[in-house]
C-alpha cells in the first residue's frame, strides 16, 4: 500500500506527482465501482525506470478519505489488485497481531530451534482460540460456510507459495533473535533449503 506523502513521487504525464495530486487531478468513478480511480504510473529509483498501476479504493473506516494500491505486475486489473491487497493486509494483521499482542517475538529467549518452533506454534495457536471465539460474537456464518468460503480462498494460494510465506516469517523470526550477518544469515538458509526434499526445493522461488 503506498502512502500518502509529499516524499514520494512518481511519474505521471512526464511529471514527478505525489499520490494525493494524481488523485486530485484526474475524474473519479462514479457509483458502486471497487475503484475510485486507476492510473498508470512510472517509478524512478536509481536510474531505474519501472511501470506501475496505482488503484485509489475508498476507506471504509472513513469515508471521505481513499487508500492508495500499487502494484507492478501490469497484467493484474484493478479488481484483481484489490483482491490480492485485501488477503496480504488480513496477514499483515494477523503477524501484527502475533507480534504486538501476543508476544511472538519477545517472550520466548531461548537460542533452540525447537523451542522457538513450539513457541511459534503455542502464539499461532493462541491467535486461533481468540479468532474462534471472537467469530462466535462477531460473525453469524456456520462453520460449513466458513469451510466452503475458505477452499475458494485457498485455491488461489498454492502450497508453494504457503511454504515461501512461512521461509519469509522464518527469516524475519532468526532476524529478531539472533545477531546473525547477512552471510550467515544466507548460509542458515541455505541449510534449511538443502535439507528439504529435492521436488520440493526445485519449485521455490528462493531457490532459483
Known amino acids: 500500500m503506498a502512502k500518502k506523502t509529499s516524499k514520494v513521487h512518481y511519474l505521471y ?71 490480492i491487497y485485501g488477503k496480504r493486509w488480513e496477514i499483515e494483521v494477523f503477524f501484527k497481531v502475533c507480534k504486538s499482542y ?17 513457541h511459534t506454534a ?15 460474537y462477531a460473525d453469524d456464518r456456520t462453520l460449513g460456510q466458513m469451510f466452503y468460503l475458505l477452499v475458494d480462498e485457498m485455491a488461489d494460494i498454492t502450497w508453494i507459495q504457503d511454504i515461501h510465506m512461512l521461509m519469509e516469517v522464518f527469516i524475519t523470526t532468526i532476524k529478531d533473535k539472533l545477531s546473525l550477518t547477512s552471510k550467515q544469515l544466507d548460509q542458515l538458509l541455505e541449510a534449511f533449503i538443502m535439507a528439504l526434499p529435492e521436488n520440493l526445493v526445485e519449485h521455490l522461488p528462493i531457490s532459483a
Open 122 to 136: 503455542i502464539v499461532f495457536t493462541r491467535y486461533m482460540l481468540l479468532s474462534v471465539e471472537n467469530r462466535k
Open 13 to 83: 504525464n512526464g511529471e514527478m506527482q505525489p499520490l494525493t495530486k494524481i488523485f486530485r487531478e484526474n475524474r473519479k468513478r462514479r457509483g458502486r465501482s471497487r475503484y475510485l480511480l486507476s492510473v498508470e504510473v512510472t517509478i524512478v529509483k536509481d536510474e531505474q525506470s519501472i511501470p506501475a498501476r496505482i488503484v485509489y479504493v475508498r476507506n471504509r473506516n472513513k469515508r471521505n478519505e481513499y487508500l492508495a494500491l500499487i502494484s507492478t505486475d501490469m497484467k493484474l486489473t484493478e479488481e484483481e489488485i484489490i483482491r
Open 102 to 118: 501476543l508476544k511472538l517475538s519477545k517472550e520466548c529467549r531461548s537460542l533452540s530451534y525447537d523451542a522457538m518452533t513450539a
